[in-house]
């Protein structure tokens, strides 16, 4: 939780700052929305699938507006996701089981705000955010997945799962967006975007499991989350 701790801490002491030289050109500016993680995967035991559910994106932004358009900030943002291995010839709802990543970021963005009507336009945007990985290191030793029956009430058929799951802790995101904005008045604004979240340390998240055993077998399996994303986002700004 340290990490946290200090992202928040450093944001709200940017905030002080900044409104004591500059209060009438600040926003603030909070986003939230859904996202889009992908996991690649190399092996030889295609029924076991790893896959990502239920993402969830929030950012708090402070912004100070420059000329001609242009405006500089700091963004503290929250990413997360589930990410469960299924055993795709049973039914996927009855043996979904896995840990929720959480991403934590902070760091400075640039924007471009282009008019094409007298209150809305188009708004370009990078980021360069420091993130922290919450999920911790994990040995799978064998009994992660064993809920598999069979339909005429024979004995259970376990898929013992061994190996390691492996993230990066730290990582370090450029986040280009692209969005539309609306001026409800001088001091209000919505917006609607897209932003692509590019791990320059990748990957995020290996999940090697080096030995699967089913029905007298051996296979293996690995997966890959590359820690890059994309969020769709519904967002508001208010200067002050």
């Not at 790893?50 to 943002?77: H, Q």
């Amino acid at each position: 939780m340290r990490p946290i701790r200090i992202t928040v801490l450093t944001f709200f002491v940017f905030f002080i700052v900044e409104t004591s030289f500059a209060q009438n050109k600040l926003a603030i500016e909070t986003k939230f929305g859904t996202g889009n993680t992908k996991l690649d995967y190399l092996g030889n035991f295609n029924d076991l699938v790893a896959s990502t559910s239920d993402p969830l994106f929030f950012s708090l932004g402070l912004v100070k507006s420059l000329e001609k358009g242009f405006s500089y900030g700091f963004e503290f943002e929250y990413y997360r996701f589930d990410l469960y291995l299924t055993y795709t010839p049973l039914d996927p709802l009855r043996n979904l089981g896995g840990p929720r990543f959480d991403y934590f970021a902070f760091g400075p963005k640039v924007q471009k705000d282009l008019f094409i009507l007298p209150k809305a336009g188009l708004s370009f945007s990078t980021a360069l955010h420091l993130t922290y990985n919450s999920q911790s290191e994990y040995k799978y030793s064998g009994g992660e997945l064993q809920a598999i029956r069979l339909p005429n009430g024979q004995p259970r058929i376990p898929v013992e799962l061994y190996g390691q799951r492996s993230i990066e802790e730290l990582a370090i995101h450029i986040k280009p967006e692209i969005g539309l904005f609306y001026d409800l008045s001088n001091k209000s604004r919505v917006t609607v975007s897209a932003k692509w979240g590019l791990d320059l340390r990748e990957p995020s998240v290996v999940i090697d499991l080096n030995r699967i055993e089913f029905e007298n077998e051996t296979f293996q399996n690995k997966y890959f989350f590359s820690g890059n994303y994309f969020s769709a986002l519904l967002g508001y700004r208010y200067s002050f």
